[in-house]
């Protein structure tokens, strides 16, 4: 190589080295590669090289322009790299700062729980049933096999309203158990049907709230027997908990609607509140098969269809599984109780994900 | 119902511990509330023998004492007055606890003297005020027994809950009754002896009112004392809360407790006119037994002499008849009443008396003469004096009954396979006599007792049932009732832990949809509503009719007859009415935001329909990036339509006027309407007025979306999606309309100028201020136009964007800006 070439890849190397910015670089740039820069220039002259010389000396020129384009070209890359990083030194998020709130959404616990019950009876083949809050005492009591005068209806505290329907007088239900009679009227058997919902009764204290929810539960059928109710509901009760072996007690008592009627306990720690053992019992729900003269006000022969019905109340069970010790703040919408109790509304209770805690 | 356990053992002769009987009790439904038993704590104490009391050489108060525990004689120092040599007392070991301080005792020294336990008093025992000194026993009290055994009070109380069908349940003698059926021991016999009468009774009876009162038996026992009870009487009716009074009343109160059997005496001598009268009340006043006046209603059914009401009958009998002190010819009514009268007789006069409580879920219609000899026979040998003959009114009633039970019944009803023996036996302990036996099928009679079983039929039908329907399920009831009750009282006697669990059979391999579409409406609707931020709450569905009339409409008819409290007294018309006192709530606790959210009923006079409401209350939270601000009538729109966005409905073929319900500021509400009436849906900031009322700034916005009206989405395939493969064309317009122009009116006419071309129309700017005329607004809008076949030319944008100029300015009166 000539000392021309030598001389001027030297000082183009200096001058890139010298070049701190891309403005001093393009200078470079432009005094080696331009129309009027040294390489062009020495590109022009080849053509007066004598004709012997001409080819050596143009293939080393073409050696010489390739090894300045890259030197150059790598003198940008890390210029540009050099003026990101000095641009990035003076971008700064404090990553410590919290993103914009977005309000927090929850499902109630009772929305929750009700979800959790039509899940879990709905895998067992039942259907959601509804009725009206504002019901005549036929649906809530006389359908029931609870006449006018019958002691059970004094013990409900029930609400009533001004005015009647069907000639009958209204009230505020006061257990969802007119469901029974609405599914038996509306479709005919065989029934699986439970129904959450909303119930009412005159009482107001830590245990009692004057509006609360329960859900009832009708099975009609040509051989139901207690054998089904005792599984349906302990089925249900193992899978509500999550407690595989959760003990169920099933003893004998009263209710107008259902003969012969039985109180259902579970198994728990009175001491500690745990579910599943201890050897306390803790009255759950109340259940029996389906009382002959209920059927019959409903137009079903009770020597075809028999069954059973259940009804348990919905923010006891919520209290129990979940811990809550108190059953008012339930209808008292504090924010920092629902913050605290409330369940996801992107997890829906469902059998696949799992709906115990 | 309570008893005492030595009480129940008059009843029962069983080998059985309290704890066997109190579990097998709650296991047949006679449920136990609690047992309390006041020897527990009196059990370490021990009755004692002071050999010696001799002066404390310390202390002038004190004595220092020898007592003979049973167990050997140990120094105790005592401050009583009355210690002395020879007494017996009750000894306190060391070890004990005092049931007065809840001290345990320990062996000590005072002031020199040794003192290995306590010499008790009443009071530290816990069964008394009495301080006096230390309880002194009679000299025969056996030295080293315990105390309370050898005083009575190791007799423990149940307590059991009777349901409302077993008023049998409701004696002593009843519940001894099932304990024994159920295997718990032996029912002693109990058959009193006839009482010879003697002479005319002073009184007599007479019944004007057969529904209500069925018969009477009276008799009258002269020359009666009348004074306290004997301490086994009084300790009986002591033990369960009752109130020794005389002898005369403690006998009708034992007779109650015992056999469940309401007995009621009147002082003969009081009676005027000899004769006692069952009658409608007529209005009159009277004074019952517990100092209270009642006023006789024509419904209630009186016993009245020549003066007047004395009693009404079966629930409380009257002062000026009734038996004391001085009594000395006693007249013993034992009577027999219809249910349904004496329950409502007590529930309008709101009297709860042991008597109602049998009455009115009847007593043993066959136990009348059995009774008043056994009331007979006790007043004579408490209180001696010579009875006369028994005098009547009415009759016994009719009440034999027999029921069937086919024993493959207990298997195809009852789960379990009882084997017919047993079935039976369990029936015959209850009482129930073996008419016909088969190897199928047994038919039992009734016994006088339980009129809960094979009761008369009581059917109310669903009006409008097909005659022929009704008619067949009436007849099965009657064939099936009476044998459901039989199954019931042996699944019960034997336990229903004989049951075996059986899981449903499955109706089909995977279960159809559970929820109605209307109901997945509501659970679509909760889950995008608290996913969009809002917290669920559920509130009552009543509140205060003032309050309720702030926003809209409180009619009468929505008014309950008796709220538990006056804020509780009316229906809510809308849920924003019940989520703006919760968001007030909220804010008065201190949260500056409140974003809340329900699904439920609100109530109208046609009926009640599902509304998903929310109330939107306070400042957004500060931050960097995202200044607070107020939250309006825009972010409840937001909610709305996100809420019918996920039910389904198309936005934008949706209409907002400015019309919403009068809770809301009348210029910043609106109502969303699906075509010219369905309202689907409601929101806009809360009226000042209304925030003024529940003393509240708010800010607050409210909306309402109409669950039950949004139309059943149609089922169609969905058509294949719109994806044109040429660059939309973004053009952007300002219009100066009417200050009064809806943003809307502007989109809608932008969008309808150039159907086929344009693929969407925003808002991104609305200004009013001193840049454009008074009285206009600058609405700025960017139009999507979207070519199909080929890129447009400048010339067709052109074109375009002119149509829309011109629509809107045709719609709207606007201008380009």
Redo the contacts between chains.
């Keep these: 190589m000539t000392d021309d070439f030598q001389a001027l890849r030297a000082e183009t190397e200096a001058a890139l080295a010298a070049a701190s910015d891309l403005r001093a670089w393009d200078a470079v740039r432009v005094g080696v590669l331009g129309k009027q820069g040294r390489l062009t220039a020495l590109l022009k002259e080849l053509g007066k090289v004598a004709p012997e010389q001409r080819r050596e000396r143009g293939a080393q020129l073409n050696v010489l322009k390739d090894e300045l384009a890259g030197l150059i070209e790598a003198r940008r890359v890390e210029l540009d790299v050099a003026a990101l990083d000095a641009r990035l030194a003076g971008e700064r998020t404090d990553v410590s700062?919290?993103p914009?709130?977005?309000?927090?959404?929850?499902?109630?616990p009772?929305?929750r729980t009700m979800?959790e019950m039509?899940?879990l009876?709905?895998?067992?083949?039942?259907?959601?049933g509804?009725g009206?809050?504002?019901e005549t005492d036929?649906f809530n009591f006389?359908?029931l096999n609870i006449?006018a005068?019958?002691?059970?209806r004094?013990?409900h505290d029930t609400?009533?309203?001004?005015?009647e329907r069907?000639g009958r007088p209204l009230l505020?239900r006061t257990q969802t158990s007119d469901v029974q009679?609405i599914s038996m009227?509306q479709t005919p058997p065989?029934l699986?049907v439970i129904a959450p919902g909303?119930t009412?009764r005159?009482?107001?204290d830590a245990t009692h709230s004057?509006?609360f929810?329960q859900c009832e539960g009708l099975?009609i059928d040509r051989?139901i027997?207690?054998?089904?109710?005792?599984?349906?509901l302990?089925?249900f009760l193992r899978a509500f908990f999550g407690i595989a072996h959760l003990p169920v007690?099933?003893?004998?008592?009263?209710f107008?609607f259902t003969?012969?009627?039985?109180?259902v306990d579970i198994g728990w720690n009175r001491r500690t509140g745990e579910l599943g053992g201890g050897g306390d019992w803790l009255e759950i729900l109340g259940s029996g098969?389906v009382?002959?003269?209920v059927?019959?006000?409903?137009?079903?022969?009770?020597?075809?269809w028999?069954g059973f019905a259940f009804g348990m109340g919905v923010e006891r069970v919520a209290m129990l599984k979940h811990g809550i010790p108190d059953l008012r703040p339930?209808?008292?919408?504090?924010?920092?109780w629902?913050?605290h109790y409330?369940a996801s509304?992107?997890a829906?209770a469902s059998l696949h994900e799992g709906i115990a805690p | 119902m309570k008893f005492s356990w030595s009480w129940l053992r008059t009843h029962l002769d069983t080998d059985a511990g309290i704890g066997a009987v109190t579990d097998r009790l709650?296991?047949?439904?006679l449920?136990l509330e609690r047992v309390e038993d006041p020897g527990a704590a009196l059990a370490p104490f021990r009755i004692a023998h002071v050999v010696e009391a001799a002066q404390h050489p310390n202390a002038d108060r004190l004595r220092a004492c020898q007592v003979d525990t049973g167990a050997g004689v140990v120094s105790v120092v005592c401050g009583a007055p009355n210690a002395r040599t020879g007494m017996r007392a009750v000894f306190a070991p060391p070890g004990s606890t005092i049931p007065a301080t809840g001290a345990v005792l320990k062996v000590g020294e005072i002031r020199g003297v040794e003192s290995a336990g306590m010499l008790l008093s009443l009071r530290e025992m816990g069964l008394g005020e009495d301080h006096d000194g230390i309880v002194e026993l009679p000299d025969d009290a056996p030295v080293g027994q315990g105390y309370a055994a050898w005083a009575g009070l190791d007799d423990p109380v149940v307590e059991i809950s009777v349901?409302?069908?077993?008023g049998d349940a409701l004696s002593v003698r009843g519940v001894a009754r099932d304990l024994a059926a159920a295997g718990l021991g032996r029912l002693r016999p109990w058959a009193p002896a006839a009482v010879q009468g003697m002479g005319a009774s002073a009184v007599s009876w007479a019944i004007d009112m057969p529904d209500a009162c069925f018969w009477v038996l009276g008799r009258t026992v002269r020359g009666v004392r009348n004074g306290p009870s004997p301490d086994w009487l009084q300790r009986r009716l002591l033990s369960i809360g009752l109130r020794p009074i005389s002898a005369l009343v403690d006998i009708t109160n034992f007779f109650t407790i015992d056999l469940g059997r309401p007995l009621h005496v009147f002082d003969a001598d009081r009676v005027q006119g000899g004769m006692l009268r069952f009658r409608p009340g007529a209005g009159e006043s009277f004074r019952a037994l517990n100092g209270r006046d009642y006023v006789a209603d024509p419904a209630d059914c009186v016993i009245a002499d020549a003066a007047g009401v004395q009693s009404l009958a079966g629930v409380i009998g009257g002062e000026a008849t009734g038996c004391t002190e001085t009594t000395a010819n006693v007249f013993i009514e034992c009577a027999l009443f219809d249910?349904?009268h004496i329950?409502?007789t007590g529930?309008r006069h709101s009297i709860a008396s042991d008597a109602r409580q049998r009455f009115?879920?009847g007593v043993d219609p066959a136990l009348l003469p059995d009774a008043i000899e056994a009331a007979t026979q006790m007043v004579l040998d408490l209180c001696g004096g010579e009875p006369s003959v028994v005098v009547q009114a009415g009759s016994e009633p009719a009440w034999r009954r027999s029921a069937a039970l086919r024993f493959d019944r207990l298997?195809?009803?009852?789960?379990?396979a009882v084997p017919p023996d047993e079935a039976v036996a369990a029936l015959t302990g209850l009482g129930f006599i073996v008419e016909a036996r088969a190897t199928e099928a047994v038919r039992v009679a009734v016994p006088s007792w339980r009129n809960d079983i094979a009761a008369p039929?009581?059917?109310?039908?669903?009006?409008g049932?097909?005659p022929e329907?009704?008619r067949?399920?009436?007849?099965?009831?009657a064939?099936?009732?009476p044998e459901?009750?039989l199954?019931?009282e042996v699944?019960?006697l034997r336990g229903?832990?004989h049951?075996?669990?059986?899981?449903?059979p499955?109706?089909?391999p995977v279960?159809p949809a559970?929820?109605?579409p209307r109901?997945v409406r509501s659970?679509l609707a909760?889950?995008?509503?608290?996913?969009?931020?809002?917290?669920?709450?559920?509130?009552?569905?009543?509140l205060d009719h003032a309050q309720a009339a702030l926003f809209g409409d409180a009619p009468?008819?929505?008014?309950?007859?008796?709220?538990?409290?006056s804020d509780?007294d009316q229906?809510r018309g809308t849920l924003v009415a019940t989520?703006a006192l919760?968001?007030a709530?909220?804010a008065a606790?201190g949260?500056t935001?409140?974003?809340?959210?329900e699904?439920?009923?609100a109530?109208r006079e046609d009926?009640?329909e599902t509304v998903a409401a929310g109330v939107l209350a306070g400042v957004?939270?500060r931050?960097?990036?995202?200044p607070s601000r107020g939250l309006g009538a825009v972010d409840a729109k937001a909610a709305a339509t996100e809420a019918l966005q996920a039910l389904g409905l198309p936005i934008d073929s949706l209409s907002v006027s400015a019309d919403a319900p009068n809770f809301y500021h009348p210029g910043r509400s609106g109502t969303v309407r699906q075509g010219p009436r369905l309202v689907l849906a409601t929101f806009g900031e809360l009226h000042p007025r209304v925030l003024q009322a529940l003393d509240w700034t708010g800010p607050a916005a409210a909306f309402e979306v109409f669950l039950d009206r949004v139309p059943e989405p149609k089922r169609r395939r969905r058509a294949p999606p719109d994806l044109p493969a040429f660059q939309p064309v973004r053009r952007d317009f300002a219009f100066l309309v009417g200050a009064d122009v809806p943003a809307d009116a502007v989109l809608r006419a932008a969008r309808g100028a150039e159907r086929a071309l344009t693929a969407a129309a925003h808002v991104f700017d609305v200004y009013e201020g001193d840049k454009v005329p008074p009285g206009q607004k600058s609405v700025g809008i960017e139009v999507v136009f979207q070519p199909r076949e080929r890129t447009l030319t400048d010339a067709e944008i052109e074109a375009a964007g002119a149509k829309v100029v011109a629509a809107v300015a045709k719609a709207t009166g606007g201008a380009l800006r």
């Design positions: 700062l919290p914009p709130p977005r309000p927090q959404g929850l499902v109630h009772i929305s979800e039509t899940a009876f709905g895998a067992m083949g039942f259907t959601v509804e009206l809050d504002i036929w006389s359908a006449p005068h019958h002691p059970a004094a013990d609400f009533y309203l001004p005015g069907d505020l009679i009227l065989p699986r909303r009412y005159a009482d107001h004057p509006m929810h099975v051989d027997t207690l054998g089904h109710l005792k599984g349906c302990i089925d007690r099933f003893r004998s008592s009263y107008p003969e012969p009627s039985m109180e098969m009382h002959p003269r059927l019959a006000n409903c137009g079903l022969d009770p020597r075809e028999q339930f209808f008292e919408s504090d924010l920092r629902l913050r409330g509304p992107l829906p | 709650t296991a047949i439904g449920e349901t409302p069908n077993r249910p349904v329950a409502l529930r009115e879920r298997r195809s009803l009852g789960g379990t039929i009581v059917l109310d039908q669903a009006p049932l097909d329907r009704a067949a399920a009436a007849e099965g009831c064939e099936t009732e459901a009750d199954i019931e699944l019960r229903l832990d049951v075996l669990p059986v899981s449903l499955r109706i089909a279960p559970v929820l109605t109901q659970a909760r889950r995008t509503l608290a996913a969009a931020g809002l917290m669920e709450c559920v509130s009552f569905s009543f009468e008819a929505l008014r309950l007859l008796n709220p538990i409290a509780l229906m989520l919760a968001a709530r909220n606790r949260q935001e409140a974003r809340l959210f699904i439920g009923p109530f009926g009640q957004t939270p931050h960097p990036l995202a």
